[in-house]
Every structure is written in structure tokens, then in C-alpha cells.
């Protein structure tokens, strides 16, 4: 997947020297690259603020990210936190940085069993209370952003790892019903939004939790109910990861029951300590990524990596012992990964016939 030199020569002098990640996708015919980021004061691990320039210098780069997502500011914590307050602040931080620097804004995530505001977990549900609760959050908060977002997630890891329907307090009170009411309300409150199902684990053709999704998604479709895409969050291993066959035909699994995919969450996380040929395999995993995504282009619209800078990364947090996930260590510089992706980038734009070279 590296690009050779008669390749680079063919693209022309010094073609990829400067080319950046979100103006390659775009050359290859994705619709963005993107990276998630956080409020200042939510981000993970603030090593010295000083860095924040520097971070948002990267961030901000309309070459570098085309697309960015809430990681934090959209979810019912923080936009709910008591039954009827709604409160957009945080979310507001992010969606305004993408109307300032000019990114398509996907949003970020309507029902989730997790981060959720304590009072939907100890409220006493009656079925009836609980479908209000539930129009009433995404019509607030779906309806405050309406006209922003060009996703939604609606419905944010719905399944077990066996591919069951996860038995959250939604769930628990009413069953698969709060899937179809989620994504009926979300269409009826913004229907220009382009309305997702997002999960982590359902990378791979083979596993239960990849049929589930497609399940899923197909019992809304034959509800007669709008959904537009499948987001796989693509929360990685360096070093063990799919193919970019499998890849591509897990995509192809949910282009029978939906329009479009993307990767919405990726990184590639390493055990510590870190290695050379741990990063080699995580470039070669972030490259199967891009490779998949361009080369299903008609489907996969974008990839959006889940923040950018390593110590804003949440995987330290909850899987000790692993970390460097992503595109920038702490002293800002590159993985190698970065390279490789641009390099992959400028051969599968060479293999369309197009010319890798950016201005
Ligand atoms: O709410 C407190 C806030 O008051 C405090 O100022 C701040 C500073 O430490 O911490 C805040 O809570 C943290 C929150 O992120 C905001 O930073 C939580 O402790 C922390 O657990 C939480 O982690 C987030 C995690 O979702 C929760 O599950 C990560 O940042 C966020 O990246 C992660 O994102 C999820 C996706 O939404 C869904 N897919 C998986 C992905 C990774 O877990």
C-alpha cells in the first residue's frame, strides 16, 4: 500500500509532500475526512493548554478535516440533564466550530443507554411516560440543530456482542418500539438529516453483531421507517484488525438494507509500549480503512477518526495498558500511519485515473 516511486513520479513533482487528509479523500471521491473533538474543558487529559493553538490549528485546517462530530456535547447528559432542561452549550461549542471552519457537522448521539442523565435510569417508567420522554428529547434537540447536522446518530449501540438487542432501560420498557420511535420522530423533527444507526464491533461480514445491525436496520426499513445509514465506529487493534476485504464486504452487507456508511469513530488503538512495528500495523489498519471506504465510494461516504491528538484519546481511560490510537502523539508529531494513509490515498486516486497532486 505504499505508493512507489513511479507512481509518485507519475503524479507529478513532489506530489504528495503537502497533501492533506480531508483534500485527498475528496480527490478520491469520499465526501470528507473528518475528526471528532471535545469541548476544552471535557477534553480527556489537558497535558498543558499551551497546546491548545497548536491543536487547534490542526483541528481547524479545512485541508486536514472536512467533517467534524461532538464527542461529547450532544449526548443526553449533557443536553437533558433534568426531565425538560435542555441545556446546548457544549454541543454548541462544536457545531459553531463547523459552521466557522466550514465542516459538515455530524451529530452525535440522540439515544444511547450510555451517558445518560441519571434521571432517565431511575425514573419509574410507565410505557406511555417513557415514549414522551423520548419524542420530547429528540424533538428539543434534534429540532435546536436542525439544519445543522448532516447526520444524526439516532440510535447509538442498540446491540449485545451477540448481536441481541442490548437490554437498556429504553429496551427494558419498550422492547424494539423505542427503535422505531427514535428514528420516526428524528425524521419527522429534521428531515434533511441523514439518519444513522451507530455501533462499534460491526466491522467484520462474519460476526453476530454485523447481522444484527443489518437486521436492525432492515426492521426499520420494513416498518416503512427512514434510515439512511449504518455507522461503524471502528474502534481498532493494531494488532488485530480486518482485512479490507472484509471490510468491504461487510459494507456490502449493509448496502442490501441502507444507502450509505461511514466510519465514524476509528482509531487504531496499540499496546503499550509503543514500537515500530506497532505502528506499522496500526498505518496498515488505518490504510484497510481507507482503502474500503474509497473503494465502495458509491456507499461509504466518509471517515471520521474519534479526535486526532493522542491525549485527548478516550482509550487509555477505559482500556489501560493500551493507548497511541491516534494520528498525532503528544509532541505533535505524526504517526506513521498519517503517511500512510496519504500515500494510499494518492495510489487509489492514481488507480481512478486522477491525479494525486494537491494544491
Ligand atoms: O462530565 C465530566 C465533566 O464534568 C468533567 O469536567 C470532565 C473532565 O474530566 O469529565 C467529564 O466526564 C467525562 C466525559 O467523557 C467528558 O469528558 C467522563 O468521565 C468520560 O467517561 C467520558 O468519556 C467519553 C465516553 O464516550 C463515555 O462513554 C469519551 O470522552 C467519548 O470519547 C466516548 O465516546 C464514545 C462514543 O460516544 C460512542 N462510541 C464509543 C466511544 C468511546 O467510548
Redesign the pocket.
Known sequence: MRLSTSLLAAAGAVPLATAQLHELAVKAGLQYFGA?T?TP????REPYPESYSQYDAILEDPKEFGQTTP??GQ?W??VEPEPGVFNFTEGDYVANLANRTNKILRC??LV?H??LAPWVETTEWTKEGLREAIVRHITEVAGYYRGRCAHWDVL??ALDEDGTYRKSVFYNVLGEEYIRLAFETAAKVDPEAKLYY?D?GIERPASVKTAGAVRLVKMLKDAGIKVDGVGM?A?LHADNHPSEADLINTIGMYKEVVKEVAFT?LDVRIKVPVDEQKLQWQSECYQKVVGACVKTKDVCVGITI??FYDPF???P??FPGNGASLLWFEDFSKHPAYDGMVNYFGELIEAQGGNATCS
Open positions: 471528532a471535545d474543558g471535557f477534553r480527556e464527542t461529547n449526548k447528559l449533557f452525535h448521539a444511547w450510555s451517558q447509538n449501540e451507530n462499534y465506529q474502534h469513530e474519534w479526535d484519546s478516550w482509550v481511560h477505559v
